[in-house]
């Protein structure tokens, strides 16, 4: 009598193994204790950010293998500050070194993608501009990725850039490489879009997600709506209409939960939201 419901859960969870941001585990910890918690708090992998220094990089590996936690993905950390569609040569040439430095992370890492934001429009950066510039230097990482086997993630995020599903899939198309693909995330595009509209757009495309939720609220000084990131299931997106969507295209893969840090109480807490979500629950 009991056996239907437990075999209809296990039917509609996602294949997706659940991941946690490095920068959301106690910076009070070792780097070692922090692996061992998010395993702990039962995450099946974790995304770290770009390491320069050899002897951090080593003891993130060490990390890894000894709490059997594996790293999925490099968050790259230099795309903001210097974005590769900036018309300054130099700038541009900082961003592709810590792009290459975060390919060679994940190549010692055992990790399979490295998330990029491509470009930033801006006042001095329009949006045809930050298209060709970007697409020119990324067209110049492929020949690393592939010699390293490991895809460059294009990130939807909130640098005015590729502000459609349409769009942003025949920007990956322009490169004809699987190398080249979408890093989605399901929050991030709540502004000017709903997330199961994207996933079914970018299909097969897609190959890591991140999940944070968003929320339209009212601010009680002004009374306007004012967009802000809450925690999961708390915020306005319809996680099983996003379910149904990852169903439909089949995706198999990671989704790295990108919230605030905590303690292990808070990340418990977010583990079982993410296994919530993944069930269509």
């Not at 950066?125 to 010699?147: C, N």
């Amino acid at each position: 009598m009991t056996a239907a419901p437990f075999a209809a859960a296990a039917e509609s969870r996602l294949p997706i193994r659940k991941a946690v941001e490095f920068s959301m585990l106690p910076r009070t910890l070792g780097i070692s204790e922090r692996f061992q918690l998010a395993k702990d708090v039962g995450f099946e992998a974790i995304e770290c950010p770009t390491t320069p220094e050899a002897a951090q990089a080593e003891e993130m590996l060490a990390a890894s293998k000894k709490a059997g936690l594996p790293i999925h993905s490099v968050m790259n950390q230099e795309h903001w500050r210097s974005p590769l569609s900036s018309a300054d040569p130099a700038v541009v040439e900082k961003s592709m070194e810590g792009m290459r430095i975060s390919l060679r992370n994940a190549k010692m890492w055992g990790a399979d993608t490295v998330l990029l934001v491509p470009a930033v429009v801006n006042p001095e950066t329009g949006y045809a501009q930050a298209w060709e510039r970007s697409q020119k230097q990324v067209r110049q990482l492929i020949p690393l990725a592939q010699e390293l086997k490991v895809v460059i993630g294009i990130e939807d995020v909130g640098n005015k850039f590729l502000l459609s599903p349409t769009e942003f899939a025949r920007y990956l198309d322009d490169f004809q490489s699987p190398w080249v693909r979408a890093y989605f995330d399901v929050g991030n595009i709540m502004s000017y879009g709903y997330p199961q509209d994207w996933i079914r757009t970018l299909g097969k495309r897609i190959v890591k997600l991140h999940f944070k939720d968003w929320a339209n609220r009212a601010d009680p000084a002004t009374k306007r709506r004012v967009p802000e990131y809450v925690g999961l299931l708390d915020g306005d997106i319809d996680w099983k209409a996003v379910h149904a969507a990852l169903a439909e295209i089949g995706f198999r893969g990671d989704a790295t939960v990108e919230l605030n840090g905590g303690d292990a109480d808070y990340l418990k807490e977010v583990s079982r939201r993410v296994d919530r979500i993944l069930n269509g629950a």
